[in-house]
């Protein structure tokens, strides 16, 4: 069981930064890769972020690709994602979660233990 807290949103302006954070609980954290998903208003929640359980493969929506960056820090149980040059369409709730099935997925469905999400709201 891993239970995961997320952090970090916030107000920013067009062309501005945040740093979202994701606490994890449970001693198996490091054996999962990890997503990060977001859902906007009258919107499915669709992938944002994959980072391999190691840290050492990372694959990005296009949308947010060359924008946001995903990391992790299993000594601390800790997954981040920075952006960049952020967008009002990337106004969401941001989601982290667990991927409980094997291969490379980006589905939600191959996803679980999700944290409470955390506002992200870009102005224009």
């Known amino acids: 069981q891993v239970h995961l807290v997320e952090s970090g949103g916030g107000l920013v302006q067009a062309g501005g930064s945040l740093r979202l954070s994701c606490a994890a609980s449970?001693?198996?954290?490091?054996?999962?890769?990890m997503g990060w998903f977001r859902q906007a208003p009258g919107k499915e929640r669709e992938f944002v972020a994959r980072?391999?359980?190691?840290?050492?493969?990372?694959y990005y929506a296009d949308s947010v690709k060359g924008r946001f960056t995903i990391s992790r820090d299993n000594a601390k149980n800790t997954v981040y994602l920075q952006m960049n040059s952020l967008k009002p369409e990337d106004t969401a709730v941001y989601y982290c979660?667990?991927?409980?099935?094997?291969?490379?997925?980006?589905?939600?469905?191959?996803?679980?233990?999700w944290g409470q999400g955390t506002q992200v709201t870009v102005s224009s």
């Open positions: 980072i391999s359980w190691s840290g050492g493969s990372t």
């Open positions: 979660a667990c991927q409980r099935t094997t291969g490379w997925r980006v589905e939600v469905d191959d996803y679980g233990y």
């Open positions: 449970g001693r198996t954290f490091s054996s999962y890769a």
